[in-house]
């Protein structure tokens, strides 16, 4: 068996590119990046559920929604375990049907308000900036983080 | 290289006309034999060892709600059904000894138990039906059964009548794999079908296999009183399954390891 380590980093798996070698510093990494992916830990007092909604393929700016949901969406969860959230990937076969598709953020308040953010041709990184403007998030204390020491 | 390959034939091979797999096999030698066997003695007593630290020691441990906060952010956003939680338990035992097996009754199951039943008197095959058995049936099923017309991986267990016994034997070798043949031994011939299902329906077999046990033990939007209660009746019926265990060497359980299907490994207490 071929360890990664022994791998050139080239030649490695995309998504453990940027993740150390070793398997178990590797999981430490990883539940890092859960509980704490750059920019995402916040409290959401005011809201009850985020619905985000894109297309299962990337074309057509549905990149960003899709790391949103990957990467950002993993650490808000961590952090407000009462928040409902929802994903919906629409499986759009034609190129009219892909191109009509929207990718958004539906954001419910708890007094029932809805609001949305457009996320078509948008990096994550906005979508969640845009997020924690429209919704007054509250960023979260570093003791609150908890971080597994390599 | 040449050399080596001629060793065992006394023939020049050429690899242009013959092939690798058609070399003679290099025969080991009594030291080298007794080397291997020095070696994988000391892999089960290093496996032992490990499995002997509390899993507190692990550098992955973590208590059982704190784990399933993280489990559940790994499975944001995912449909109900496939975010599942798994459990999978080490078990370091000697080799040959009988794989560990017995049932578990879930404080919250994820699905009822799939029982199949055969049965050749038509009225009992209805009660079972009724009962909450997936399918019931006599002769023809078994002729479906050997046509391979039947998904068997559907079903967790399987029971019969004392008078189908004779009838099941032309597909012993269809259930048999899968665990699913009646035997008297394992208490699955029985004469009232009902009262058996009623008993088990809430039980979910397990086994080892490959040194481990692995199984399903909730999905994320259960609640963590309900996991956690799963977790605890898994460690019991496993503990009791160690106890009444026959084997020379004891059993031990190692590491356990919660996991989901898109979430990392997390070792906790047992």
């Not at chain 2, 909450?132 to 079903?155: H, N, Q, T, W, Y």
């Amino acid at each position: 068996m071929t360890r990664a380590s022994q791998l050139p980093k080239a030649a490695r798996a995309l998504f453990l590119r940027d993740l150390p070698a070793s398997r178990l510093t590797r999981q430490r990494e990883n539940l890092n990046l859960i509980a704490n992916y750059k920019d995402s830990a916040y409290k959401f007092p005011q809201v009850s559920k985020l619905h985000l909604v894109f297309k299962s393929h990337n074309a057509y700016g549905h990149m960003g929604a899709k790391q949103f949901w990957k990467w950002n969406l993993r650490t808000i969860c961590f952090h407000n375990p009462d928040v409902n959230i929802e994903v919906t990937r629409v499986k759009c076969p034609t190129k009219e049907e892909q191109l009509k598709c929207p990718s958004v953020l539906k954001v419910v308040y708890a007094d029932g308000r809805e609001k949305k953010i457009d996320c078509k041709y948008k990096h994550s990184d906005d979508i969640m900036k845009e997020l924690v403007e429209l919704t007054q998030a509250v960023k979260c204390q570093e003791d609150e983080i908890p971080v597994l020491k390599q | 290289m040449l050399k080596s390959t001629a060793r065992g034939s006394g023939l020049f091979r050429l690899f242009a006309t013959s092939r690798v797999l058609a070399a003679p096999k290099v025969k080991k030698t009594p030291e080298q034999l007794r080397a291997l066997q020095k070696r994988a003695e000391k892999r089960e007593a290093v496996a032992a060892r490990n499995a002997r630290r509390p899993a507190v020691e692990n550098p992955l441990y973590m208590p059982v709600p704190t784990a399933l906060r993280y489990l559940r952010a790994a499975e944001v956003g995912r449909p109900t059904n496939e975010a599942v939680i798994t459990l999978q338990v080490r078990v370091v035992s000697r080799k040959g000894d009988a794989p560990l097996q017995g049932s578990i009754k879930f404080a919250r199951p994820l699905t009822d138990t799939q029982i199949l039943v055969f049965a050749s008197d038509e009225a009992m095959q209805q009660t079972a039906l009724a009962a909450g058995a997936r399918m019931a049936g006599g002769k023809e099923l078994v002729d479906k059964i050997a046509a391979g017309e039947i998904d068997l991986s559907a079903f967790d267990r399987a029971i019969a009548t004392p008078d189908m016994v004779a009838a099941l034997r032309p597909v012993a070798r269809n259930l048999g794999p899968k665990g699913l043949m009646p035997a008297p031994k394992r208490g699955t011939v029985v004469e009232d079908v009902t009262k058996y299902i009623e008993d088990n329906i809430s039980l979910q077999p397990f086994r080892q296999r490959n040194d481990h046990i692995a199984l399903k033990i909730g999905r994320c939007d259960f609640s963590d009183e309900d996991l956690l209660k799963n977790v605890i009746a898994v460690s019991e019926a496993v503990k009791a399954a160690v106890a009444a265990a026959q084997s020379k060497s004891p059993t031990i359980l190692g590491q356990t390891v919660l996991s989901t299907t898109h979430g990392p490994g997390i070792v906790i207490d047992f």
